[in-house]
Each structure stands twice: as structure tokens, then as C-alpha cells.
């Protein structure tokens, strides 16, 4: 197997106290009815066409390592089964 190596990745140190983040609790969205909003407009924006298909990309990522999974569970039941045959 080969052993992969990560270079190690210096990040500078960040206040969090000194970070400006402004604040949002001033803006009313009780206004906005998004029952009358167009789905197929919303649909073509890029950043919702991106944050789809990542989503459909890490589902069948997760999909995939499930089943190679139960592929190895599977097959280390039968190496225990086919050891416990032949020290009989």
C-alpha cells in the first residue's frame, strides 16, 4: 500500500475578537413571500446549479463508501468463516 504524505500547512493565527462581523439582526424578512418566487429562476442562478451538484457529488460519495463497506464486511465474514473451516 502506498503511503501518502501531506505537507504540513502553516496558518496564521487569527483574533477572533479583533474580527469585524456586522451584525444582521437589523434585517426584516417578514416581508418576503417566497411562495411567489419562480423556481426555475432560482434553479438557473450558478451558485445554486454548484451547491446542487456538490450535494448530488457528496451523496454519491457517501452511496459509494456504504457499499464498499458492506463489501468488506462481507468479505471478512467469509475469511473468518473459511479460518474457522480449516482449524477444524
Request: aromatic content about 4%.
Amino acid at each position: 500500500m502506498t503511503k501518502l504524505s501531506i505537507p504540513h500547512i502553516s496558518l496564521p493565527k487569527v483574533s477572533l475578537p479583533k474580527v469585524n462581523v456586522p451584525s444582521l439582526h437589523s434585517i426584516d424578512l417578514t416581508a418576503v413571500d417566497l411562495s411567489k418566487l419562480n423556481p426555475s429562476v432560482v434553479l438557473q442562478n450558478p451558485l445554486v446549479k454548484q451547491a446542487t451538484e456538490i450535494g448530488y457529488t457528496a451523496v454519491g460519495f457517501a452511496v459509494l463508501g456504504v457499499q464498499k463497506a458492506q463489501v468488506r464486511r462481507r468479505e471478512l465474514i467469509d475469511s473468518f468463516k473459511q479460518s474457522r473451516n480449516t482449524a477444524q
